[in-house]
T-cell receptor
Framework: AQKITQTQPGMFVQEKEAVTLDCTYD???????LFWYKQPSSGEMIFLIY??????QNATEGRYSLNFQKARKSANLVISASQLGDSAMYFC??????????FGKGTKLTVNP | DTGVSQDPRHKITKRGQNVTFRCDPI?????LYWYRQTLGQGPEFLTY????????KSRLLSDRFSAERPKGSFSTLEIQRTEQGDSAMYLC?????????????FGSGTQLSVL
């Protein structure tokens, strides 16, 4: 079975600073995908970034990058130059190929001015 | 291209009543998912459809829950004889259903409160 662990219930960062949100996963499958979603107070889950298990390079999407360490089974999200609008819940998730996503419990990020 | 739409956004009901939620996926997305999210938790998978076929149901989906996607477009999730434990955010998502990697696109959810 797949499992996602997010050990940081809450994180604080100063505006314009970088922040890393931790995510570890557990699976015995060689092929899988890792995702990060943002959930603001409005409730919608917003897709941020994706990393495939066979991708050689770490994924990047604008200010978001995914620090993928396969041997350690970690997929940390790095947000550079934090903005006040980044304050939200962040969820790490994974799936096997085309199967359903399994989510972690999330990390609440607060960006301070 | 509109996103995933869910209706209603909020629903308050009394215990024992039936409720129905609707989800309109992104057009031409073949897959449609239902998730439930309680306070302080990540979304938990309930069920998903490939076109009109319901391919998987979670054990969380008791016999009081039923989901349909009759024409492979919109979907409904019905909860019969609601209980206070059903209070949660119900999220719908869709994905193309045509590739090796399925990126899910979510709606804003329906917040259910059972009194």
């Amino acid at each position: 079975a797949q499992k996602i662990t997010q050990t940081q219930p809450g994180m604080f960062v100063q505006e314009k600073e970088a922040v890393t949100l931790d995510c570890t996963y557990d699976t015995s499958d060689p092929s899988y995908g890792l995702f990060w979603y943002k959930q603001p107070s409005s409730g919608e889950m917003i897709f941020l970034i994706y990393q495939g298990s066979y991708d050689q390079q770490n994924a990047t999407e604008g200010r978001y990058s995914l620090n993928f360490q396969k041997a350690r089974k970690s997929a940390n999200l790095v947000i550079s130059a934090s903005q006040l609008g980044d304050s939200a819940m962040y969820f790490c998730a994974m799936n096997r190929g085309s199967e359903k996503l399994v989510f972690g419990k999330g990390t609440k990020l607060t960006v301070n001015p | 291209d509109t996103g995933v739409s869910q209706d209603p956004r909020h629903k308050i009901t009394k215990r024992g009543q039936n409720v129905t939620f609707r989800c309109d996926p992104i057009s031409e997305h073949n897959r449609l998912y239902w998730y439930r999210q309680t306070l302080g938790q990540g979304p938990e998978f309930l069920t998903y459809f490939q076109n009109e076929a319901q391919l998987e149901k979670s054990r969380l989906l008791s016999d009081r829950f039923s989901a349909e996607r009759p024409k492979g477009s919109f979907s409904t999730l019905e909860i019969q004889r609601t209980e206070q434990g059903d209070s949660a955010m119900y999220l719908c998502a869709s994905s193309p259903g045509s590739g090796a990697v399925e990126k899910l696109f979510f709606g804003s959810g329906t917040q259910l409160s059972v009194l």
